[in-house]
C-alpha cells in the first residue's frame, strides 16, 4: 500500500527556521516526482514544487521560489520541505504529494503538516 | 487570482446533475496539457478523482466524469448525493511558469 507519511503539526515564532518531512512506503520513490502543496486556512490549493529523489531535479513555483527549500534523502525514503527564516504569512497546511510524472497528476497525498507561525 | 479559473460556488438538489468549468490559457490546458480533479472534503486532504481529462482512478464512481476542449476542461457530477459536498480542484501543467497550477477551487453544495 503506497503511504505518504508527513511529520507533525508545528508551531513556531516568527524568525525561525523549520523542516518538514514526508516518508514514503509501498513504492519505489526514486521512480516518483514529490511535491509540495501549499493551503492557507480557508483558502484553495497552491502547489509549491516538486523534486525527483532519483537525482534530486528540483522545480519551484516562481512564487516559491527562494521561499522554501524542497530535498530530498532517498536513503530513508524522505522528502523535505524548509525555511530558514518563517513568517507569520507561512501559517498553513502543507501537503506532500506524489506525482505519477512531471506534467501528471497528484495520484497519493500526505495526511498534512500544519504549521503555525505565531509571535 | 489563480491561472485556472473555476466558479467560486455551485450547488444542486440530491439527484440532480451539476458541473464545474476550469478555465484556462495556451499556455496550460490550450498547449494540450491534460486536466486532471480532485475532491477535498472538509477537514481532509485532497483525492484525485479525474487524471489525464477524462479518466477515473479505480473505486471512484461513475457518477464522476471530465472533458476536456480548447482551453477547457469541465467536471460533471449526476446523480447528486449529500457526501459529494466538498470543495473541487481543477489542475494542469503550465510551461510558462515551467510547473504544475490549480485552480482557485468550487465549493459545491448539495441542497
Known amino acids: 500500500e503506497v503511504q505518504l507519511v508527513q511529520s507533525g503539526a508545528e508551531v513556531k515564532k516568527p524568525g525561525e527556521s523549520l523542516k518538514i518531512s514526508c516518508k514514503g512506503s509501498?513504492?519505489?520513490?526514486?521512480?516518483?516526482?514529490i511535491g509540495w502543496v501549499r493551503q492557507m486556512p480557508g483558502k484553495g490549493l497552491e502547489w509549491m514544487g516538486i523534486?525527483?529523489?532519483?537525482?534530486?531535479?528540483?522545480r519551484y513555483s516562481p512564487s516559491f521560489q527562494g521561499q522554501v527549500t524542497i530535498s530530498v534523502d532517498k536513503s530513508i525514503s524522505t522528502a523535505y520541505l524548509q525555511w530558514s527564516s518563517l513568517k507569520a504569512s507561512d501559517t498553513a497546511m502543507y501537503y506532500c504529494?506524489?506525482?505519477?510524472?512531471?506534467?501528471?497528476?497528484?495520484?497519493?497525498w500526505g495526511q498534512g503538516t500544519l504549521v503555525t507561525v505565531s509571535s | 487570482q489563480s491561472v485556472l479559473t473555476q466558479p467560486p460556488s455551485v450547488s444542486g438538489a440530491p439527484g440532480q446533475r451539476v458541473t464545474i468549468s476550469c478555465t484556462g490559457s495556451?499556455?496550460?490546458?490550450?498547449?494540450?496539457?491534460?486536466v486532471h480533479w480532485y475532491q477535498q472534503l472538509p477537514r481532509t486532504a485532497p483525492k484525485l478523482i479525474i487524471y489525464?481529462?477524462?479518466n477515473r482512478p479505480s473505486g471512484v464512481p461513475d457518477r464522476f466524469s471530465g472533458s476536456k476542449s480548447g482551453t477547457s476542461a469541465s467536471l460533471a457530477i449526476t446523480g447528486l448525493q449529500a457526501e459529494d459536498e466538498a470543495d473541487y480542484y481543477c489542475?494542469?501543467?503550465?510551461?510558462?511558469?515551467?510547473?504544475?497550477?490549480f485552480g482557485g477551487g468550487t465549493k459545491l453544495t448539495v441542497l
Open positions: 504529494a506524489r506525482h505519477a510524472g512531471m506534467y501528471d497528476s497528484i495520484d497519493y
Open positions: 489542475q494542469s501543467y503550465d510551461s510558462s511558469l515551467s510547473g504544475s497550477v
Open positions: 495556451s499556455s496550460n490546458i490550450g498547449a494540450g496539457y491534460d
Open positions: 523534486i525527483h529523489p532519483g537525482d534530486s531535479d528540483t
Open positions: 509501498g513504492y519505489s520513490l526514486t521512480n516518483y516526482w
Open positions: 489525464g481529462n477524462s
